[in-house]
């Protein structure tokens, strides 16, 4: 580390002198002000960059802590943040989709997935509606079931209905007059 300073001091202290030496140049251009007219800008502009050359690594690390505290800050922001919303959004609107994904796996219960409107927000709002919809597919359900059972009771085709291993679980009326079995 020492060896590598060594190294860069001479270049920087030569490339220092000469940055100071031309600015000293321009600045003795300057028409009218006394100070760039002066003998001594040289002098002033060498010390001057002799002393601020410890300026560039206290940026550097002031940079970086600021940099660091930014990514902090944003990491506990974001965390926070899912948590608020996991617990708040994620977690209702997953329960809603397992109600959903069961409503349609057992469209004879619906009512069964309906979910406690126990919220004040949106979210509540669409949980209400949820549920609403579910009363209502219930409702059609049965109905379009009833309506469908009255016209194979009704129907003057024999109708029979089998099991996955054929065994007979269901006949009409018209069935069972032309089996003779009423």
């Not at 006949?171 to 009423?182: D, F, I, S, T, V």
Request: hydrophobic share 55%; aromatic share 8%; with cysteine.
């Amino acid at each position: 580390h020492h060896a590598l300073i060594k190294l860069i001091a001479v270049p920087t202290i030569v490339l220092a002198l000469a940055t100071a030496a031309y600015s000293a140049f321009l600045f003795g251009q300057a028409e009218g002000r006394d100070f760039w007219q002066s003998p001594l800008v040289l002098p002033h502009l060498l010390v001057g960059r002799l002393e601020a050359g410890w300026i560039a690594g206290e940026m550097l690390a002031y940079v970086l802590r600021v940099g660091g505290l930014v990514v902090a800050v944003s990491i506990f922001v974001a965390a926070a943040t899912m948590a608020i919303l996991g617990r708040r959004v994620l977690a209702p609107v997953l329960t809603l989709r397992q109600s959903l994904l069961g409503a349609a796996r057992d469209p004879a219960r619906p009512e069964a997935y309906a979910l406690p409107p126990d919220r004040g927000d949106e979210l509540g709002d669409v949980i209400g509606a949820f549920n609403t919809m579910l009363r209502d597919v219930s409702r059609n359900h049965r109905e379009e079931v009833a309506r469908i059972v009255a016209m194979v009771e009704n129907s003057f085709d024999a109708m029979l209905a089998y099991d996955g291993d054929g065994r007979l679980v269901y006949c009409n009326a018209a069935a069972l007059r032309l089996c003779g079995a009423e």
